[in-house]
């Protein structure tokens, strides 16, 4: 019979590559809509709104390319797997968000001192709001995978397509109010302001891929929710040094388990093997590791 970890994980990875598939084609679309539309308008800030999703495109191929890498298994070169793809994808993600938001500061500032009417504003509307739609219906989506794999690549991913949801809610707002009542230069704050969200989550992503690639350690809760599991197994008296990190999809748990030093050396085996198999239980992609301490400790 097939472990039920190995069918929990490889539903696990299914589910990332599906998101990343959907991410991908909602882009395109919006990409090819958002072009069409800023040509026909000249909005800035539906300019911006067509950088930002033509960075998502990037992005999100890049997902499914640093994906398709992570979830593989561990090798005789990379012995702990290679989950760290993910956060290295991160940064290079990171590189792309922050070269646009800059370049959108830049046309930002010189579209200050040239205001530009806008015009087709029923069709940018149209292409706005159907962006709008695509998008909060591929974030659900994302919220579930990650809700239920943990994957920082697709975490990663979705704050792009929040940032998009907003950006398309600002767009849609700029446009009407820039026209009907000729604030052009909201237009152009819409735009500003588009570019400086982006610079922010960028370099959210980029802090949150830095602690995976430095190793540290996981959050308060999951490590409470570790030490209740050891100290509930009854034949133990303690441990210590209880270390935490995460690479990919994989936790990876390592601590000292105080046991009677009169026990046979096959029976605190046994124990050991209880108490890693209870944290697997709760977290299936840990890999827990178990030094055996005696217990009072030997002079």
Aim: charged share 20%.
């Amino acid at each position: 019979m097939e472990d039920k970890n190995v069918i929990s994980l490889t539903t696990d990875f299914s589910l990332v590559k599906r998101a990343s598939k959907a991410a991908i084609a909602a882009a395109s679309v919006m990409v090819f809509a958002k072009f069409y539309a800023w040509f026909q308008t000249g909005s800035l800030s539906l300019q911006a709104s067509l950088v930002d999703s033509m960075l998502d495109i990037l992005a999100s191929i890049l997902n499914f390319i640093i994906i398709r890498q992570a979830i593989k298994p561990a090798d005789k070169e990379h012995r702990f797997g290679h989950g760290k793809a993910e956060a290295i994808g991160g940064l290079i993600q990171t590189a792309f968000i922050a070269g646009s938001a800059v370049w959108l500061i830049i046309d930002v500032a010189h579209r200050l001192f040239e205001p530009q009417p806008l015009a087709h504003i029923v069709l940018g509307n149209s292409v706005m709001l159907a962006a709008t739609i695509i998008t909060g219906v591929l974030i659900i989506f994302q919220r579930y995978v990650v809700k239920r794999t943990g994957s920082l690549a697709i975490k990663a991913d979705s704050v792009h397509y929040e940032t998009d949801f907003l950006t398309n809610i600002g767009v849609l707002i700029s446009l009407n109010l820039s026209v009907y009542f000729s604030w052009l230069w909201l237009d152009v704050l819409v735009g500003g302001a588009i570019a400086v969200y982006i610079f922010v989550a960028c370099l959210k992503i980029a802090l949150n891929s830095v602690d995976v690639l430095m190793d540290k350690e996981m959050d308060d809760e999951t490590r409470t929710a570790i030490k209740q599991i050891i100290v509930c197994h009854p034949r133990i008296h303690g441990f210590h040094d209880l270390r935490t990190r995460t690479s990919g999809y994989h936790m990876f748990v390592q601590f000292h388990l105080d046991l009677d030093k009169n026990l046979p050396l096959w029976e605190a085996h046994q124990i050991g093997e209880e108490v890693e198999q209870m944290i697997i239980e709760k977290f299936p992609t840990a890999e827990v590791i178990i030094h055996h301490d005696a217990y009072p400790k030997v002079p």
